[in-house]
T-cell receptor
Framework: DQQVKQNSPSLSVQEGRISILNCDYTNSMFDYFLWYKKYPAEGPTFLISISSIKDKNEDGRFTVFLNKSAKHLSLHIVPSQPGDSAVYFCAASIYNQGGKLIFGQGTELSVKP | EAEVAQSPRYKITEKSQAVAFWCDPISGHATLYWYRQILGQGPELLVQFQDESVVDDSQLPKDRFSAERLKGVDSTLKIQPAELGDSAMYLC???????????FGPGTRLLVL
């Protein structure tokens, strides 16, 4: 049972444009959501997070939106840069159950010059 | 900037051999996690420590995998005997508290021949 799903395995965007990465979840108990970026042969790097009490969190070029009723979150990158090319994972957890992260399958973003 | 350290970065072994991976979390982080990531999938939790105690090892294949964090600081994950299906990236993460943001190390890429 895949509790966190990223249905797009890949996304290609032109430099300077907006990248939108999507993530859906099924467990309504999740209350903390994170996005990680991963380069090949490296560990995931934390990008941005959002608590379920919010619907938006912004950090520089990165914004995460949470729609609890739809059980959907998205990561917006504006403007996209070639260095943003990587695999992006969304993850979810239940804060008072130890913080175990449930990851999606990842979306590979390619930003073309 | 403090980082999670892992070694070795790469390990090639033959099936039925024993392998061990080491992790040193960010100083002061009481919670330590070991994840396994198979190519094309998101990381999956193997074991979670709070200080020196195991709080979740429900997904750890205990017939061949063991993990310890004797002094509540660094940790070792062992596989004995290794099987072909164990080939994956093994990731260590730490957080200051359970449920807090997790920061990942660079991982150990294991190849079992």
């Amino acid at each position: 049972d895949q509790q966190v799903k990223q249905n797009s395995p890949s996304l290609s965007v032109q430099e300077g444009r907006i990248s939108i990465l999507n993530c859906d979840y099924t467990n309504s108990m999740f209350d903390y959501f994170l996005w990680y970026k991963k380069y090949p042969a490296e560990g995931p790097t934390f990008l941005i997070s959002i608590s379920s009490i919010k619907d938006k969190n912004e950090d520089g070029r990165f914004t995460v939106f949470l729609n609890k009723s739809a059980k959907h979150l998205s990561l917006h990158i504006v403007p996209s840069q070639p260095g943003d090319s990587a695999v992006y994972f969304c993850a979810a957890s239940i804060y008072n159950q130890g913080g175990k992260l449930i990851f999606g399958q990842g979306t590979e973003l390619s930003v073309k010059p | 900037e403090a980082e999670v350290a892992q070694s070795p970065r790469y390990k090639i072994t033959e099936k039925s051999q024993a392998v061990a991976f080491w992790c040193d979390p960010i100083s002061g982080h009481a919670t330590l996690y070991w994840y396994r990531q198979i190519l094309g999938q998101g990381p999956e939790l193997l074991v979670q420590f709070q200080d020196e105690s195991v709080v979740d090892d429900s997904q750890l294949p205990k017939d061949r995998f063991s993990a310890e964090r004797l002094k509540g600081v660094d940790s070792t994950l062992k596989i004995q005997p290794a099987e072909l299906g164990d080939s994956a990236m093994y990731l260590c993460a730490s957080s200051p508290t359970p449920g807090g943001t997790q920061y990942f190390g660079p991982g150990t890429r294991l190849l079992v021949l």
